[in-house]
């Protein structure tokens, strides 16, 4: 069976082509036909000798997902995408005043469980294909006719639980000759699979980590994030910590807010505590509510409480700008919806 043409960096493009006859340059003329002039019909890439072509349209595919349902709310758009064995996912973009960024999904379903995630309630089918998650940026792209300027690896999944494909597709939007997204701009988000977060840190990139907390102590967290139980939040700020020494880059520490769950002014003190005087920054989401999951997102006036108590303490801090709210925002909303027909 032919394989995605998507699906490979520029560096092993060159070792197909060396692979066949040919010299490695022909694998930068492919790059250029795909990303930069965005011509998706091998047999159009007409710099390229035509038994070339027609060796490379046997050998693979550009087979693209395809858009299942679109829902836009002001500045937001979200995509259902139906893959080739029917399974979906979905990807959601923002338009900001200083460009556009994309939230990509890396799994179909998710394993990890968080109790507020619409995600956790289905369970994970399979990885994606690094192919998978680059078409979600091309399609989008094609789509409202724009070039988006940052990537978020937080949609459907947890990234590290698919670690060679999502290195593959950062690989392949990181190219100089792909997609173009700097490495500043590539966001990924871990619930904090601790061993793969050693991994990725010693590799030669400048993406940027998040880690999705949203609890200040175990006994809270191990209610929302089964992962803790494996992973607790000691074992957890040392990888940070370790990270931090690796990379000199500064982590961002996720943390939706949840009523009456999460949201106190002692939780809010429990987790300056904890990242005192680290290179961190915290991310105060507020919660998109689902049909299915009990939980409430808390009122403005308690996430303000709570961003005050981290700022009085010496924490950088931000509140999530809200998208989407009028559309099913929340990850894993619009496939579940697509479910339970």
């Known amino acids: 069976m032919p394989r995605n043409l998507f699906n490979l960096t520029r560096p092993e493009l060159e070792e197909y082509f060396l692979s066949i006859g040919e010299k490695k340059f022909k694998a930068l003329q492919v790059y250029e036909w795909l990303y930069q002039k965005r011509v998706w019909n091998i047999a159009e890439f007409s710099n390229i000798k035509k038994e070339i072509r027609e060796k490379l349209a046997s050998d693979f595919t550009l087979d ?13 758009y979200k995509y259902l995408f139906r893959l080739a064995d029917n399974n979906f996912i979905e990807a959601v973009v923002m ?50 006719g724009l070039r988006l300027s940052s990537v978020v690896i937080m949609g459907i999944g947890e990234p590290l639980d698919n670690y060679d494909n999502i ?13 173009q997204i700097g490495a500043r701009h590539i966001t990924l988000s871990t619930c904090g699979l601790v061993p793969k977060m050693y991994e990725l ?12 907390l949203h609890a200040p102590n175990d006994t809270l967290r ?29 982590i961002t520490i996720e943390y939706v807010m ?18 005192k005087n ?23 006036a308690k996430i303000m409480a709570f961003y005050d108590t981290l700022k009085k303490n010496g ?5 999530r700008k809200e998208f989407g709210s009028k559309i099913n925002a929340a990850c894993g909303q619009l496939r579940g919806s697509m479910k339970n027909k």
């Open 64 to 76: 693209l997902i395809t858009i299942e349902k679109k829902e836009s709310d002001v500045g937001t």
């Open 95 to 144: 338009l900001h005043n200083y460009g556009s960024s994309i939230c990509v999904s890396s799994e179909v379903g998710c394993n990890m469980g968080c109790r507020f995630c619409e995600s956790g309630r289905q369970k994970k089918i399979r990885n994606l294909e690094a192919y998978e998650i680059v078409e979600q940026i091309l399609v989008i792209e094609k789509d409202l």
């Open 167 to 179: 290195i593959k597709f950062i690989t392949i939007i990181n190219d100089s000759k792909g997609i």
């Open 201 to 212: 840190a010693k590799l030669p990139l400048q993406i940027n980590l998040a880690i999705s």
């Open 222 to 250: 191990n209610s929302l994030m089964p992962v803790n139980k494996v992973y607790n939040i000691a074992t957890l700020k040392q990888a940070i910590s370790d990270y931090l020494k690796l990379t000199s880059r500064r």
């Open 258 to 275: 949840l009523n009456n769950v999460n949201d106190s002014i002692e939780c809010a003190q429990e987790l300056a505590n904890l990242f």
């Open 278 to 300: 680290m290179n961190i920054y915290v991310n105060l989401i507020p919660y998109n509510e689902t049909n299915h999951l009990e939980y409430q997102r808390s009122s403005k």
């Open 315 to 319: 924490l950088n801090c931000t509140i």
